[in-house]
């Protein structure tokens, strides 16, 4: 199990330190902004020091149109905080992006070109609205998906040299993650980096903040931040609730359930935008529908629903990646669950794997037979 | 310090005895809200709700208000066997910020010596952070322990050969029928069987304590039902452990009488507890060792 360790430096003295040799080692520098409060810290810290070595770095924001108001106001502030130190890099190309609220338009084409009003807003005067790099040297990860948000961070990074990405990824959100992070550094000793192609690295400097090591340094640095926090705070939302995400893809679409609150004409936007946004705001929280927790009392069980979802998946061009995949897992309730919850979040990407293991409940059912 | 067992008045003693000797401004208390205790004392205090402890609108003023002048009471709080339990967790980032922590809990544990670890990572989170239990533990902190010593009263209850066909053919349709169900309902339902057979043996000058009021007799209450300082006879077991902990800690019994039919589920509940009991008393026999 992985562990935090104290000693006696503060994360703060440690990312500054971490920061400056970013600086000395690395002449470009790219900060990947979310508009979320550990990429704002990052931002401010890394453009401080820009300021005061007369330094431009870049502030790289990868726009997936369907986001918060907040965010994207949030996102402006950091462009402009240091306007003398930074490079824009707000990108606004067409991207593929999962609806897990809809069955029928399972994909959102954001910046789709010729459907300009029906956006949830313009785009940016000053952003970059066409692929900065070499469409014969694109890559895509899956082509049945088609050009996704990965597909555009990964071009983005190799269409660039020499460069250090800074990245707010924090251990204690993920120590898995982190610990295939941490595997082999990018750069020198620095286990806080990665490799990249093309003499690139990604580093992460806030790896061993802690969620209150973060909102303190925006505190005592009177930092605005993502009104979406606020928002959740007052509504009561526990500390592992409350984050600025995405708003439909599979793993977030949850967010919708609070978005009309938070947000209304984000929310009435996006209701013109996409289809499914009503399902994801009624249904997002519910153990029946997409949490896919409790089996609507019309089947006999998880494997009928399955069938039952299978047999009426509306789009004939992806039912087939369903059918293949389910028919080498083993067939009993505790796979099926996970299967339905792959149908409801039309989660053809296998986003969500599917745990293909012998029933739990059996073992105890044994037990209780041999005892009663 | 980590005291067990105690009672309201010992506990208010503690805790004057712990202001006499400290220069403390403000007390919080962290309690349960079925056990809303009250103590009197001249500083500052304010309890908060074990529900709350997580919310951010707690979370952020304690951090800032609590400091080395402030005293913690975690009163009676281990609710989850889950170590990781996000209000466990905040409670540490609170006691983190005073050395001054008075830590009750009536039993040391909800089901097994592993517990006592919920209990040592308010004391110490950083010292005891995914560590297992030792009982060497005991020894290291400063922990008292009153034992409260149970003990079991088997009353039989005479059961028909009826009954007992009655028994079996209702736990096979359980298991046939079982569907979605998680098994671990099947003793559950038995047990309330298994009770309704013991409604014969009840008397009526005599409290009873059953899993719900479905034998319709005065002196037979529910678990949310019962009162303080009763003597009750328990038809059914709650089958949450620490539900009955709950019973026993609000009540104050420590004799527990038991109508017991001959039907195996009974056997089943009489093995549990006893194995339970034996957990309990081993861990107050090694904490007595240091004492």
Known sequence: ?372 | MIRIGFTQKQKQNIINDYLAEHSIKKIYCFYYKNFPYRYKVDTEIEYIEYADIEMYKYFYRLLEEIDDSSLIIIDELMRTQNRSELIYNCSHHYLNQTPHRIIFEYFPIIEDKEDFMILLNFENKNKYHGKSFDYVYLKDEDVIMYPRKLKLNIINVETTEKEKERYEKRKEKLFDTLGNKHPDTIPRDLQLFAGDCKKKAIESDKLYVARNKRLKLDNVHSYQEVEKRKDYIVVDFHYRRLNFNDFLKFTGITKIEYLCTQLSVDNVMVNEFIKWKARLDAIYAQASLYK
């Not at chain 1, 990665?194 to 969620?211: C, E, H, M, R, V």
């Not at chain 1, 938070?262 to 929310?267: A, D, G, H, R, W």
């Not at chain 1, 990407?349 to 209780?368: M, Q, R, S, T």
């Open chain 1, 1 to 372: 199990m992985l562990k935090q360790v104290y000693t006696n430096e503060s994360v703060l003295e440690a990312t500054k330190r971490r920061i400056e040799a970013v600086f000395d080692d690395w002449e470009n520098i790219v900060v990947s902004i979310s508009g979320g409060k550990d990429s704002t810290v990052l931002a401010h810290l890394a453009l401080q020091e820009a300021h005061k070595r007369n330094r431009k770095i870049g502030l790289f924001f990868l726009d997936e149109e369907v986001v918060y108001e907040s965010t994207v106001n949030q996102i402006r502030y950091l462009m402009n905080l240091y306007p003398e130190n930074t490079n824009k890099l707000w990108l606004q190309i067409e991207l593929h992006l999962t609806n897990a609220t809809s069955l029928t338009e399972g994909q959102l084409i954001c910046w789709e070109r010729g459907k300009h009003k029906i956006w949830m807003r313009s785009k940016e005067p000053d952003s970059i609205q066409y692929k900065p790099w070499d469409k014969e040297k694109e890559t895509i990860r899956d082509k049945n998906k088609g050009f996704g948000f990965y597909d555009a961070l990964d071009n983005f990074q190799n269409s660039r040299k020499d460069t250090c990405f800074l990245v707010g990824l924090r251990a204690t959100e993920s120590m898995n993650r982190w610990r295939a992070v941490a595997k082999n550094p990018g750069h020198k000793d620095w286990f806080w980096s990665t490799k990249g192609q093309n003499g690139n690295i990604s580093a992460y400097p806030l790896y061993d903040w802690n969620f209150h090591d973060v909102w303190k340094y925006i505190y005592d640095n009177n930092l605005k931040y993502s009104k979406i926090y606020d928002y959740q705070f007052k509504k009561g939302l526990s500390i592992n609730e409350i984050r600025v995400s995405s708003l439909i893809h599979e793993k977030s679409f949850k967010a919708l359930v609070e978005l009309p609150e938070f947000e209304p004409k984000t929310y009435d936007k996006l209701l013109k935008r996409v289809g499914g946004i009503a399902v994801g705001h009624l249904y997002g929280k519910d153990s029946k529908m997409l949490r896919t927790r409790k089996l609507p009392k019309n089947f006999k069980d998880w494997r009928e629903y399955r069938d039952f979802l299978l047999s009426t998946y509306p789009d004939e061009s992806k039912k087939w990646i369903f059918e293949k995949r389910f028919a080498r897992h083993l067939d009993n309730n505790y796979v099926a669950r996970q299967q339905c919850r792959q149908l409801l979040l039309n989660d053809y990407e296998n986003n969500l794997p599917v745990k293909n293991d012998v029933d739990p409940i059996e073992k105890i059912k044994e037990k209780w037979r041999a005892l009663l």
